[in-house]
């Protein structure tokens, strides 16, 4: 239990306070077949920070927050917009706007004369690893600013989710009936988006790119392949992550590596287990009702 | 009905909070006895191989220099471990480049600074010595090492501050200064008269990224870069058309890859090249953002420059 220090609290309460609202909308991401949202919203705001170190002149993370946040609505409205008013398919628009945005990111920092320093990984996707050195003095306590952002974010999420539950819930299962007893498909469909958007850059800045994606797509598919609830889908979502977030921690600790890309292995090996597990027990099943039929 | 089992979630992340602050005050006292145990030798942590190699050479045996980034590997795209976070905490000073070579960690040792000692080697340079590379403010080139004179000045700064910090060895490192500061102005005295074989049209130093301004500036060689000052920025058509016409023009014998870089688009530039009719080779591998591996000749800075050195003379001779 030697790994039991400040720095594990201050780390896993980080992570777990990025992994409850990355469930939470991530759920709703999965059952819409929009998951890879996320991952295309890490591409789509580089041209969001190129704008933002144009007029700042420096590599500050508000500006830069500012920038891709923009950004990042920006492509969820035209995902949107492709998909509703040009009838594109989800996946088809996803892929559309983020490769675009990205490449005008790209074209928008040759423009600068190739000789600025600049790009998601070094301006605006933070290290979980240094999360207990970056702190904010709260009534005398140091407390590292990535859990007072996670904090923030998952009331904030955790209030609009159970405000709009029922909006969420209706547009996502039952779209035709939603419209016939009069809910905006449009409205709660944008709500997500932005909150999706709203999730993925705040957490990128805190914890990294590639954990947060995984936080929002493989907990949800885990709790997807073992219930057919949503209110389960959600808690089983969360409880993987804990365990993803834990387990990954002492990994890390033990064989001294990269703490994200130690936790998201781990969530890729739940994954993997209860995929692996579903299928045994199918088989296991299967045979059972043949002998019961045979005798 | 939702809203009710909203609730429940509600009530649920409220008792795991409050039950994780519950935790955090257990162990927050248990830790800060820990540390305070052990207390020599005196821990310094460096970013790059080349302030680590400095910092041992100027202070005593009675400090243990670490490095984070190890050989080979890019500063920019550097990832942190669980054990360097630890080793950052228990640091008694940490040494870093600054100019933004370090990325967005460069954030954390600004924030680090208000309440630990983190200096930046760069941070006491005028301004008219380095090398602006766009009208930003920011757009400052970082990798200052390659300029041995500039990195004597460094070493003087770096000293300065460490006799501040350290006044029990002051005298110690003062010696180690003026040592060093020697042996600096020795190489690059040698570094002149070795690259002075080379005929001065043939003196263009071409390699993947544009790490090699500084030297180009203080050694008066061409220096182009495929890519740019930043790693992650992707070279064009033209940079690749631009560089082969050059080759051609002036009639260069090699390019150069680096130790941190991948070699892919210098591999395009040659095979272009060799189509052309123009013989052209890869030079050989130049460290650049980092050195070689440690407890080697080529893993001191010294032995990393005369390596360099080396390898353009004898490919562009």
Request: with cysteine; hydrophobic share 50%; proline share 3%.
């Amino acid at each position: 239990m030697d790994f039991l220090d400040l720095n594990f609290v201050w780390i896993s309460l980080s992570a777990l306070l990025i992994a409850i609202p990355c469930s939470l909308v991530g759920v709703f991401l999965v059952l819409r077949k929009m998951a890879m949202l996320g991952d295309a919203i890490s591409h789509a705001v580089l041209p969001g920070i190129v704008i933002a170190y144009y007029f700042s002149d420096s590599y500050q993370s508000i500006p830069m927050l500012l920038g891709a946040a923009s950004v990042g609505l920006l492509c969820t409205y035209l995902i949107e917009t492709f998909n509703k008013v040009g009838r594109l398919q989800e996946d088809a628009s996803i892929g559309v706007t983020y490769t675009w945005l990205f490449a005008l990111g790209v074209v928008m920092i040759s423009f600068m004369n190739d000789n600025v320093d600049l790009d998601q990984d070094c301006v605006l996707y933070g290290e979980i690893a240094y999360v207990p050195l970056d702190t904010l003095s709260i009534f005398g306590a140091l407390i590292p600013r990535a859990v007072v952002n996670g904090s923030f974010l998952t009331t904030l999420i955790a209030l609009l989710l159970i405000v709009g539950f029922k909006g969420f819930k209706l547009t996502t299962f039952d779209p035709v009936y939603a419209t016939a007893i009069g809910i905006s498909i449009t409205f709660w469909h944008y709500l997500l988006m932005g909150m999706v958007s709203t999730v993925t850059i705040l957490s990128f800045e805190s914890i990294g790119a590639i954990l947060v994606l995984a936080f929002l797509v493989i907990p949800p598919a885990i709790a997807y392949l073992l219930t057919n609830r949503l209110m389960s889908m959600i808690y089983l979502s969360m409880v993987f992550s804990l365990v993803a977030v834990i387990l990954g921690y002492i990994l890390a600790y033990k064989i001294n590596s990269s703490i994200s890309g130690a936790i998201a292995s781990i969530l890729a090996l739940e994954f993997l287990v209860v995929f692996i597990g579903l299928q045994i027990f199918k088989i296991l099943r299967r045979r059972a009702t043949k002998v019961s039929y045979s005798n | 009905m939702f809203v009710g089992k909203g609730k429940n979630i509600m009530k649920k992340l409220v008792g795991f909070l409050i039950s994780c602050s519950l935790l955090v005050s257990c162990t927050s006292s248990s830790v800060e006895v820990k540390s305070e145990v052990e207390n020599s030798p005196i821990s310094i942590v460096t970013t790059t191989g080349m302030i680590g190699d400095l910092l041992d050479i100027l202070l005593p045996e009675e400090f243990k220099v670490t490095r984070l980034m190890k050989a080979g590997v890019d500063p920019h795209y550097y990832k942190a471990t669980q054990g360097d976070l630890v080793l950052m905490q228990k640091a008694d000073l940490i040494v870093y480049n600054g100019l933004h070579l370090e990325g967005k960690m460069t954030e954390i040792f600004e924030k680090l600074s208000r309440r630990k000692k983190v200096l930046a080697v760069t941070g006491a340079l005028p301004e008219n010595r380095l090398r602006k590379t766009s009208e930003f403010a920011t757009g400052i080139d970082p990798h200052v090492w390659f300029d041995v004179a500039l990195w004597s000045t460094i070493c003087e700064d770096v000293a300065k501050e460490l006799v501040v910090y350290y006044p029990n060895w002051a005298v110690k490192i003062e010696e180690n200064k003026n040592r060093y500061i020697d042996e600096l102005s020795a190489l690059n005295s040698e570094i002149i008269v070795a690259l002075s074989s080379i005929p001065q049209e043939r003196r263009v130093l071409l390699t993947a990224h544009d790490a090699f301004a500084y030297f180009g500036r203080a050694y008066d060689i061409d220096v182009r870069g495929l890519q740019g000052i930043s790693t992650s920025t992707e070279y064009g058509i033209k940079d690749i058309e631009d560089a082969v016409d050059l080759i051609i023009e002036k009639e260069i014998k090699a390019v150069f890859v680096e130790s941190s870089v991948s070699p892919k688009a210098l591999q395009a530039v040659v095979e272009k090249c060799n189509s052309k009719g123009h013989d052209l080779v890869i030079g050989g591998e130049l460290f650049s953002d980092s050195m070689g591996e440690e407890n080697t000749k080529e893993g001191t800075y010294i032995g990393m420059l005369r390596h360099n050195v080396e390898t353009i003379v004898t490919a562009l001779k």
